[in-house]
């Protein structure tokens, strides 16, 4: 089974900018559409963004135009590069490959991202 390490979160000022890895293990993830998901405290875990294995891309309305996913499949690495940060995008932050309606690999501890003054 992929075994996935999100890492790259903190603690930044509304309007920072942050850079998030998730590194997969077990297995190539080349072959997937990946995809980072985020769960705030109290609310259930959504999706944010995908990327196809053919490097396609879709956002959710909430982060579009200021959150890219891109990534390295020679690392077996997925990225989010999240810009204009807000309060509201502070939650835990978890990387995957859905497919269907479930998921590949097994969830990791997430990478935690707070945006505060």
């Known amino acids: 089974q992929v075994q996935l390490v999100e890492s790259g979160g903190g603690l930044v000022q509304p309007g920072g900018s942050l850079r998030l890895s998730c590194a997969a293990s077990?297995?190539?993830?080349?072959?997937?559409?990946m995809a980072w998901y985020r769960q705030a405290p109290g609310k259930q875990r959504e999706l944010v963004a995908t990327i196809t294995a053919g490097g396609d891309t879709i956002y959710a309305d909430s982060i579009k135009g200021r959150f890219t996913i891109s990534r390295d499949n020679a690392k077996n690495t997925v990225y989010l590069q999240m810009n204009s940060l807000k309060p509201e995008d502070t939650a835990v932050y978890y990387c995957n490959a859905p497919v269907g309606d479930s998921v590949l690999g097994s969830w990791g501890q997430g990478t935690q991202v707070t945006v505060s003054s």
């Open positions: 077990g297995s190539s993830t080349r072959f997937y559409t």
